[in-house]
C-alpha cells in the first residue's frame, strides 16, 4: 500500500488531474490536493470494510470530487458547519450539490468532530477508514485530537492528510503525533512561503494548482519500512505555553479580540484598534464563561 500511496503523489505531484471536474464544486482546495484524496480513495475500491472520511466539509468541494471520482466507495464527511458560515447556508449548499451530481456514495456526518470520532463505528456502519483527510478546526488541540481520535477507527494501511499544515501549530501536532506513535510515518510535505489570505494574485493562482495552503501526509507503517521522518516545527514552545495563561485568565475568551486590539494599536492603525475595542467590550460584556479571579482561575468551582 505505501508504494501505491507514493505513486499517487509521484502522479499528482508530475500532472494533477481531477477525476471529477464539476462547475458546481468550489471550496477551499488545491487542485493537486484533490487529485491526491481521488487518488488515494482509489486504492480502496474491492475492499470490504473501508470508507474515505473527512472532517471539514464546508460546501462540499473535496467530500463530493472524491466521492463522484470514486462512486463505489462509501465517504463520509463530518462537519458541524460552525466556522466560514454566517449566513447558515452550507449545509444546505452541500446536500444540493449532492442531490444535483446523483452521489449516494457522499455522507454527511452533521456533528462536532469530537462527538462523531468518538463514536465513528457508528456512522459508518462500522467500516475502518482508509483514508483520513483533516480539513476541520485548525487549533492546536483540535489537529491533535483528530489524529489520536481516529486511531482505533484506521485500517492497518491507513493514509492522513493533513491540510492548512503551513501553519506552525498544525505541524507542531503532525510532530507531536508522529514522535509518539512511531508506526505512522511522514511519507509527503509540502508548504508555500505564507498562507493564501496574505498571497498575491499570481501566487494564489499557484497555490490553487497545487496544494493550497501546506499539506502533510502520514502513512500507517506497521512493518515499520519508513525511516523516521518529522515537518520542520520551533525549538521555542513559548506561543503552546501561552495557552496556560490563556485558560486561567479571567477573560481567556477574549485572547483572540485582545491581540486584534494590541497588533491595530502598534501598528497605528488607532481607528480601527477603538472600533474592535469597542467590539471586544460588547462581547465581554455577554461574556458567560469568566473566571472569577484576575488570573491564576482554576475553575474547579
Ligand atoms: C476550510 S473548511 C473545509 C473545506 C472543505 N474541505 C472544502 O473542500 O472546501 C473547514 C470546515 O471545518 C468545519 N469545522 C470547524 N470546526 C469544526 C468542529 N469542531 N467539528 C466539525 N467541523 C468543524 C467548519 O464548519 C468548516 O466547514
Not at 115 to 140: M, S, W
Not at 234 to 261: C, K, M, Q, W, Y
Request: hydrophobic residues 40%; contains cysteine.
Amino acid at each position: 500500500m505505501i508504494d501505491s500511496i507514493r505513486q499517487v503523489i509521484e502522479q499528482v505531484e508530475k500532472n494533477p488531474v481531477n477525476a471529477f471536474p464539476s462547475p458546481l464544486l468550489t471550496g477551499y482546495s488545491g487542485k493537486r490536493m484533490i487529485a491526491a484524496l481521488q487518488g488515494f480513495t482509489s486504492l480502496l475500491e474491492g475492499k470490504d470494510g473501508v470508507c474515505y472520511l473527512e472532517i471539514g466539509v464546508f460546501q462540499g468541494l473535496t467530500l463530493l470530487s472524491v466521492a463522484g471520482a470514486n462512486p463505489k466507495v462509501p465517504c463520509f464527511g463530518i462537519d458541524n458547519f460552525q466556522a466560514h458560515d454566517p449566513e447558515k447556508k452550507n449545509m444546505n449548499i452541500l446536500l444540493e450539490r449532492r442531490q444535483k451530481l446523483g452521489l449516494d456514495n457522499a455522507h454527511l456526518i452533521n456533528m462536532d468532530y469530537e462527538d462523531a470520532l468518538e463514536n465513528l463505528p457508528k456512522y459508518t456502519q462500522g467500516r475502518k477508514i482508509g483514508v483520513f483527510f483533516i480539513d476541520g478546526p485548525h487549533d492546536y488541540r483540535s489537529q491533535l485530537m483528530c489524529l489520536q481520535l481516529a486511531m482505533p477507527h484506521l485500517t492497518d494501511d491507513a493514509v492522513i492528510i493533513v491540510d492548512d499544515s503551513n501553519y506552525l501549530h498544525v505541524r507542531q501536532a503532525n510532530r507531536d503525533f508522529l514522535v509518539t506513535h512511531p508506526e505512522y510515518k511522514l511519507i509527503f510535505e509540502s508548504y508555500t512561503p505564507c498562507h493564501p489570505t496574505n498571497m498575491t494574485a499570481a501566487q494564489e493562482a499557484e497555490a490553487r494548482e497545487g496544494w493550497w495552503d501546506g499539506v502533510n501526509i502520514i502513512v500507517r507503517d506497521k512493518a515499520n519500512a519508513l525511516p523516521a521522518q518529522y515537518p520542520p516545527t520551533r525549538r521555542n514552545r513559548v506561543l503552546f505555553e501561552n495557552d496556560h495563561l490563556t485558560h486561567a485568565s479571567r477573560i481567556g475568551e477574549l485572547a483572540p479580540r485582545a491581540l486584534t486590539v494590541l497588533n491595530l494599536l502598534f501598528t497605528g492603525r488607532f481607528l480601527r484598534a477603538a472600533k474592535n475595542l469597542q467590539a471586544t467590550y460588547r462581547e465581554y460584556k455577554n461574556l458567560r464563561f469568566k473566571g472569577q479571579f484576575d488570573d491564576a482561575n482554576t475553575f474547579t468551582q
